[in-house]
């Protein structure tokens, strides 16, 4: 049976739609017939064309005939292409847990479902997109829909063009109704609306609006734009405005695709309305990977002329202005925004042109370290899940800051503490394999001995034996043991101490294993280091039990678990629920869970 049929509804992550949806019924309807046979559908179009529309439109209708689910995976914000299967894998919810390449575990767990892939802005990993996609096709039951500005290139693709909405030709005879049949008013129309209640197309302006949407190529994000600013004038001075930038945009021959220059207009004119202080944060949020909380936004894009006051303030005038759109999910206690893609590139050359660049890059980092060091101290606490869903929300944020951590001179020891500090949120999301990636990266870069170094050894260790990779994971505590005992870094000695116990627990070296346990245990609870106590009894509990030992296994188990109680830290004691009832019974599960 399968998830759908268990819980009656769909399954995949299709996220529903927040404004209204206009025409479209000629490609929706050849895209739905594209898809009765190409494994492959890429749906192609300029910037702002409506790719991403068309694709969740077109996933939503053919949802029924994938019994495994449409799943959406957006990639604008990934920039390391070698990331593209471990982000796939985190979609479909694939763990980790062995050592094997993660496109083999995707191809597996594949092979015999009925699933539709949205690979949503590909543009700027066509290869290693057609390449992936050409290996997951194996699994006869997957097709993929993907968007892009270019074709994918791979073998059996079938492309759509993504047109511009239709606009109806200025110089033919109109009425209201006959204009409003066009796609490209209607949305004119349906946004204005928005922006100014009571809006409505009418003989008066229509011919302007035709016009409008003339100069902006039918391009629905230019539009979106445009139409907004009924708000403050009156359509025929838009008109004038349009026509001036546009003019502006020819003559100074700022970009060298015509496509692009109503778009690019549309969002130049947007940023000129803006105040100066606006601007900046429009160009300052850029850094973000896709999303963030209103708490980054206040500390990576004030400075230099905004308080974190301002934020607040300014964020909510750029959402007015359809810079940044709020995402409603009722699970974040947290406001968060996102923009579309070629708003946030816009933002980017701003950027890139300011002072700034490198100052707000390091805000960012600095931010998401500040919250990875947070999130390790309040692990097996009452935040822990908090901390866990907040991650899983910033991994592509993580992804940025690690990135400009490997890319700037000085800074991979940040990245090592980073990376590091993340053990708990690698295990827990079974990301094994990407928290190796970085780590053994940074660790490359910064071969200087510190403690960062002693505890990225031991956590790379740590993962390679989660993977049951066990030469790799001796060989990495052994070099942590050395560092650590060379920088006489006890709370490093602990931790291989504990990576040793579980690595002779792993081989079966029972006897070996609690020996070490046990030393591990009285270290870390010298050390007054709760995660290292809990660990360590986790696999003392199953190592007794492994021994025979019923009697201590039961006591260890119970310790354990009244560690998470006195630290009301409930996923970790479901964690260890599981090793109780591993050796026999869980003590406790009856009882509710703290916190
Ligand atoms: N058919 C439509 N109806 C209503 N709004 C639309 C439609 N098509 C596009 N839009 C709006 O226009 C904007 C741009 O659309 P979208 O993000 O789908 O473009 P895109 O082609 O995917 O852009 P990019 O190349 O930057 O990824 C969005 O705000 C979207 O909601
Ligand atoms: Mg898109």
């Known amino acids: ?25 000629r490609e929706t309807v050849r895209a739905v017939r594209l898809m009765r046979t190409a494994r492959l559908l890429t749906l192609t179009g300029v910037a702002g064309v409506g790719k991403t529309r068309l694709a969740l439109r077109v996933a939503a209708q053919v949802r029924e005939a994938f019994p495994h689910g449409v799943w959406l995976v957006e990639l604008a914000a ?58 997951l ?42 204009v409003a049949r066009h796609e490209a008013v209607q949305l004119f129309a349906e946004r204005a609306a928005v922006a100014q209640p009571g809006f409505a197309l009418n003989a008066g302006n229509r011919a302007t609006v035709v016009r409008i949407c003339q100069r902006l190529d039918g391009i629905p994000l230019a539009i979106e734009l445009v139409a907004l600013r009924v708000r403050a004038m009156p359509v025929t001075e838009i008109l004038t405005r349009l026509d001036d930038y546009l003019e502006f945009l020819t003559t100074g021959s700022l970009i060298a695709v015509p496509r692009l220059q109503p778009l690019r207009a549309a969002i130049d004119w947007s940023f000129a309305l803006c105040s100066p202080l606006e601007q900046q944060l429009w160009a300052r949020a850029s850094v973000f990977a896709g999303e963030f909380d209103l708490e980054a936004a206040e500390a990576v894009c004030s400075g230099q002329g905004i308080t974190r006051e301002d934020v607040f303030d300014l964020v909510a005038a750029l959402v007015d202005k359809s810079v940044l759109i709020r995402i409603h999910d009722d699970a974040d206690t947290l406001a968060r925004y996102r923009m579309l893609e070629a708003i946030r590139h816009y933002g980017q050359e701003q950027l890139a042109s300011s002072h700034h660049l490198t100052a707000v890059r390091l805000r960012h980092r600095d931010h998401y370290r ?55 949120y690698w295990i827990r999301s079974c990301t094994h394999t990407e928290g190796r990636y970085w780590l ?19 956590v790379d ?14 060989s990495l505590l052994e070099q942590s043991r050395e560092l650590a005992h060379w920088l006489g870094d006890e709370l490093a000695l602990a931790r291989t101490t504990l990576g040793f116990g579980v690595a002779a627990f792993n081989q079966n070296d029972l006897p070996n294993a609690i020996t070490l346990l046990q030393d591990a245990f009285a270290l870390h609870q010298a050390l007054n280091d709760p995660t290292g106590v809990w660990l360590a009894l986790l696999y ?32 970790s004691r479901i964690y260890a629920c599981r090793g109780s009832a591993s050796v026999g019974g869980c003590p406790a599960t009856s009882r509710q869970p703290a916190g």
């Open 440 to 458: 053994d990266q940074t660790l490359q870069l910064d071969p200087e001995p510190s403690t960062h170094r002693a505890k990225a050894l031991g």
């Open 1 to 25: 049976m399968t998830a759908r049929a268990r819980s009656g509804r769909p399954m995949g992550n299709l996220p529903g739609e927040v404004t209204s949806f206009v025409g479209r019924r």
């Open 370 to 424: 500040h919250l990875v060091t947070r999130s390790e101290q309040e692990w097996l606490g009452p935040n822990e899940l908090t901390w866990f869903t907040r991650l899983r929300r910033e991994h592509a944020n993580l992804r940025i800051a690690l990135a400009f951590c490997l890319t700037q001179p000085g800074q991979p020891r940040v990245g090592l503490e980073i990376t590091a500090a993340l053990w708990h």
């Open 137 to 178: 096709l194996a699994a006869p039951g997957l097709q993929v829909l993907a968007t892009s500005r270019h074709s994918l290139g791979a073998v059996g693709e079938q492309l759509l063009e993504v047109p511009p909405l239709s606009v109806p030709d200025p110089d033919q005879p109109m009425t209201t109704r006959t």
């Open 540 to 571: 003392l509990a199953v190592t007794a039990a492994g021994l025979g030992d019923t009697d201590r296994a039961i006591a260890f188990s119970e310790e354990c678990l009244a560690l998470c109680d006195t630290r009301n830290a409930y996923p």
């Open 461 to 474: 260790g740590w993962l390679a034996l989660m993977q049951a990779d066990m030469a790799t994971a001796r």
């Open 78 to 135: 990934l920039t390391d292409g070698n990331l593209l299967p471990q982000t796939l894998a985190d979609v479909l919810d694939i763990r980790d847990q062995l050592h094997a390449p993660t496109v083999g575990m995707l191809a597996d767990h594949l092979a015999d479902k009925r699933l539709l892939l949205v690979l949503d802005n590909c543009e700027h990993l066509v290869d290693v997109c057609a390449m992936l996609v050409s290996e």
